[in-house]
Nanobody
């Protein structure tokens, strides 16, 4: 069973930056997609960015393109999300996801394993 632990969330003013980390442990699969999602109360979990474990192919949600960067360090079993030019609408709980099964790589239902989340709050 894969376990995911996120960190790096916090409060920042608009225009600021944060870097989230997701450490993966346990019986990780070989090559697979890993992703970051976010969710605010009352709304569906939104796909932010995804990265393929081999080769580093990435994909981003439209709302974060050009501002967020997903990366990974496979030696450390860690996936990162660098968030720049943050906006108040980026405020959400951010979740790391792994164990992609099938479907859209930015859809929550495509992943089996989730972390506990880390809160990001952006003030205007």
């Amino acid at each position: 069973q894969v376990r995911l632990v996120e960190s790096g969330g916090g409060s920042v003013q608009a225009g600021g930056s944060l870097r989230l980390s997701c450490v993966m442990s346990g019986d990780t699969y070989g090559y697979n997609w890993r992703a970051w999602f976010r969710q605010v109360p009352g709304k569906e979990r939104e796909g932010v960015a995804s990265i393929y474990s081999f080769g580093g192919t990435t994909r981003y949600g439209d709302s974060v393109k050009g501002r967020f960067t997903i990366s990974q360090d496979n030696a450390k079993n860690t996936v990162y999300l660098e968030m720049n030019s943050l906006k108040p609408e980026d405020t959400a709980m951010y979740y790391c996801a792994a164990e992609y099964r099938r479907g859209d790589i930015l859809r929550a239902r495509s992943y089996d394993v989730w972390g506990q989340g880390t809160q990001v709050t952006v003030s205007s």
